[in-house]
């Protein structure tokens, strides 16, 4: 198959910032793209070659989208899956499957799989609403405190919630969820697994997740992860294993902790570029983007090695304004070593609004972590 | 000035690869961009926010884009200099300034610019056109053999020709030209420099184009070059120089011979991103595309020092083929380490055409260049 400078073209469901830094790739190997998103202001709708708005819950948009493509991927996955059924059906070569989405879309199942495949996992209990979960806690078969997630539709940490009382119930919406058990937990890690139709697969370096001390939300994505060689291989070894379980093709990101006992126990998959790799533009041999393309085009995977450490923040709409972005300081963290801002483009900023990100890198990690302290102390997403 | 998600619109002249790739970089910071190029097909075309169609060199059309900006850089240097002119006389910021471009677009100027300012470059004669050449050649002026440039619109070799004899004239068109020295030279080098309004200089490392041995044709850029430090550091110092009595500011790439003795010669400079900086891509903490956007932005420069080292190798159309590009055997270079190609998105392929480079990275400068070696015997453009 021909796919440079030629008629192929790849359909990509999803038009966010995950998409739009896949278009960088496309664009560098001058392959034709298609784009489906409900935003006119899509991040993607420029740099791709067609851009379609439409609803992508919707069958008939998915599927008609479907049916001017060659292969589809995906950049979010909070799609329509019978349309996807039905364009694999017609010989749409789709990745990730349909099947794959099936199992991971509705986290229920998603815990259920990894308990049917020996992945360690948290234990867990599936409840069809508020009421059957209430009727397990009367029945003692669950017991505070616990972690709430909402089955379907949660990103970001919206749909989760750490329930201590029958207080915590209250706020919650009355919907398919699932309760897990709360997990002492010394490290939250993660894992980008990549493998190609042919089973070529590889893996990233493992990443950690610093939080902040008080405020519990996630601050730095660091590569390689500051663990012990036997952990972060443990943690590569058990995200192979749920990327071939799941016959996944493109990527998969492995979220997993590292318990105070070094298990390592899978929370949950995303399987398409995520967060965890962004640190991969400017760290890696391959970033997570090209070898996404890579591996949805069954060409050869590239490097996943990184020439140098890497360390993500994002950069997130400050609380308290709303209204046309501006990134106060972003001149003076362009002065600095290694530093690297992503404006994702989206015009206007809202609290804890996701608009960017900053890569910093470095021979030494230790500075990359200085570098990105000072980063976060110092630009704001205002209005 | 706030650049990022914005009002702020950046104008490029020119939408050749080098204009896509300054556009990944100001998508990267969301900076918005308008393009002017002759053809339809310009490879900048999609990822600028708006796309105009029309002639560089008239004085019109430049004159109406421009006036559309707040800053105008370009791509390649044969644009309107009269147009410009006007509109930096009206207001509008435009790095490279067109007196700048008024001295290198002019070969024989140039060479007398390098004189002017001491500036060491091989000796030449400037001649109004070839009658006047003829008349040098008789008066004993001028000795055979020399090098031939047009002094006007030559690019990429052409307009360069090694003149031995009467015989070697016939073909030169009647254009006003220059003669230089024949220089014997051990390696050509190039050095990338990057310079900001407000003053701030870099360089990039020295890099190193190593030749065919026969064909006498560019095969490889290499950084860092394989020459001794000292040499390395006069190369950076006179480059250095070159950029400041330019005044330059953007990117200024100073092509040098390294003589039999370790001389440096500059041979001539390009005021805008170079085929002897793509490496920088892959290789630098900062490419060369994004420091020629903080430059004339007047953003902190970024770092130019590299990760790894890189090799490049330019991707032109194979002799004999035209018509639709097919690039044989990508995939099996999509195979080995640190190796990506760089589509430029030319769908039409013709002899020597450039169509891509490819990037070779490695901690090892012997392992890339063995790759960049099986890279080159590889990749095939044929259509």
Redesign the interface.
Known sequence: M?Y???DFKLGILGGGQLG?MLL?DT????IQTYVLDPSDEAPSR????KFFKGDLMNFETVYQFGKMVDVLTIEIELVNLDALEKLESEGVKIYPSPSTLKAIQNKGKQKDFYVENNIPTSKHLRFVDIADLKKSLEKDELEFPFVWKCAEFGYDGNGVKIVRSTFDLIDLPDVECIAEDMVPFKNELAVIVCRNPSGEIKTYPVVEMEFHPEANQVEYVICPARIDDKVAEKARAIALNVSEKFNHVGLLAVEMFQTEDDEILVNEVAPRPHNSGHYSIEAS??SQF?NHI?AVLN??L??TDS??AGIMVNLVGEDGFSG????KN??TI??W???????????QTRPFRKMGHVTI?NQDIKEARRIAEDVKNTIRVIA
């Open positions: 021909n440079f400078s030629s739009k960088f664009r560098k190997f001058d420029m740099a791709c070659n041999y391959t090209e890579r060409l050869p590239g490097n020439k140098v046309n972005v501006i990134y972003i001149e362009l002065g070593n290694g530093v690297t801002p992503h404006i994702y483009g989206k015009k890198v």
